[in-house]
């Protein structure tokens, strides 16, 4: 339960939660005169900072799912990790120790469960660290699909998780894999998302090619068609004015993958595992394993997520991940959890 607040402490925490992030930290609840709570925002939500003096006149409750400490320990060891300025004999060895210490931050929640949290806290994590997209294309991603763009906020976080944990280390590449993330489905975005299409993009990441066949029974063809060639259709013009990207063509080819399953059953190649990148297997996989409603955190989801993730013992799971993801995962987990690891501070890897 959150805890009682004073109007001030309120006032102070309701500002502190606009500025911290742009996406909410908490569940803010207006608390009616007759007892009635109403939800004003969830932890994950955007947070629109002009709401916050409507707040602050109402008699709130805000529950907080995240410790800005282990968040902040993050945003500093990836300011680092940008900065890379190891001016020393031993370069590489220090790169690899920041490199771990990255990797520690993430296996404590969200593999080991030494420590516990929420998965939001990767969400404002990585928001921290990479999302460059400009307020007039945040607006116009919301207004397009409020939905879409929560989901997409956790897609891109675990996308560049997962991507550091196999060996993609380039900062820039990795900041351009988050943010182009949120313009991977603009062209559905354009065609506005209704809930007949929303209905298909969740039959299709559960059961593959069924999500079209959903929309040919809907007599949905041009529906159908922009689903097949959607990515075909994203190009630099179209985002050129929200996110200025250096690695777009690269990105651009890894996503028109997201739809194909490891199995071969999705579309629009119909590829199998064999015949896809590490960073192909991810984009599938995390299409895969995030649906498109009921999309909301809890307090302890993100303790030993990735580990969950790739234990899951069903179909839907062996149709988006292949053994060498999950090997790769595991062997490096095993290092960084294992005896001979040793935490080195910041302070001591450019000492």
């Given amino acids: 339960m959150p ?24 569940d803010i609840v207006w608390v009616k005169r007759s007892g009635k709570k109403v939800a004003l925002i969830k932890a994950g939500d955007y947070f629109f900072a002009d709401r916050i003096e409507t707040y602050k006149k109402l008699n709130v409750e805000i529950d907080s799912y ?8 993050f945003v500093s060891l990836m300011e680092a990790y940008k900065s890379s300025e190891f001016l020393l004999a031993d370069k590489e060895k220090r790169k690899e120790e920041l490199d771990n210490n990255i990797l520690n ?4 929640v969200f593999w080991t469960g030494s420590e516990e949290g929420s998965l ?10 990479f999302f460059s997209i400009s307020d007039d294309g945040v607006e116009y991603l919301i207004n397009k699909s409020e939905l879409l763009f929560k989901r997409n906020s956790k897609y891109s976080s675990l996308m560049v998780c997962l991507a550091f944990i196999v060996g993609y280390r380039d900062y820039e590449f990795l900041k351009d894999l988050y943010n182009l993330t949120y313009f991977m489905d603009i062209d559905l975005l354009e065609r ?12 299709e ?15 949905m063809k041009k529906d ?10 994203l190009t630099r013009e179209k985002i050129d004015s929200f996110y200025q990207s250096r690695y777009f063509d690269e990105i651009k080819n890894v996503f028109s993958f997201h739809h194909e399953k490891i199995s071969g059953d999705g579309f629009p190649k119909g590829m199998n595992g064999h015949e896809l990148s590490d960073l192909e297997v991810i984009v599938i996989f995390i299409n895969g394993i995030l649906p498109f409603k009921d999309f909301s955190y809890e307090k302890r989801d993100g303790r030993e997520y990735f580990k969950f993730i790739f234990n899951m013992d069903d179909e839907r799971k062996h149709s988006v991940v292949n053994h060498r993801l999950e090997e790769i995962v595991y062997g490096v987990f095993k290092v960084i959890v294992g005896k ?12």
């Fill in 66 to 73: 995240v410790s800005e400490e282990r968040i902040l320990e």
């Fill in 3 to 26: 805890n009682p607040l004073s109007l001030f402490d309120i006032n102070e925490e309701l500002t502190e939660c606009s500025t911290f992030s742009r996406f909410s930290q908490a």
């Fill in 205 to 219: 990441r559960v059961y593959g090619k069924r999500g079209l066949k959903l929309l040919e029974s809907k007599n």
């Fill in 120 to 129: 939001v806290e990767l969400v404002i994590a990585l928001e921290k660290v």
């Fill in 224 to 233: 159908k068609e922009a689903l097949l060639t959607h990515i075909a259709l």
């Fill in 105 to 108: 931050w993430l296996a404590r």
């Fill in 192 to 203: 506005n998302l209704d809930s007949i299409i929303v209905q298909g993009l969740e039959e």
């Fill in 340 to 351: 001979d690891f040793q935490y080195k501070s910041l302070e001591s890897l450019f000492r």
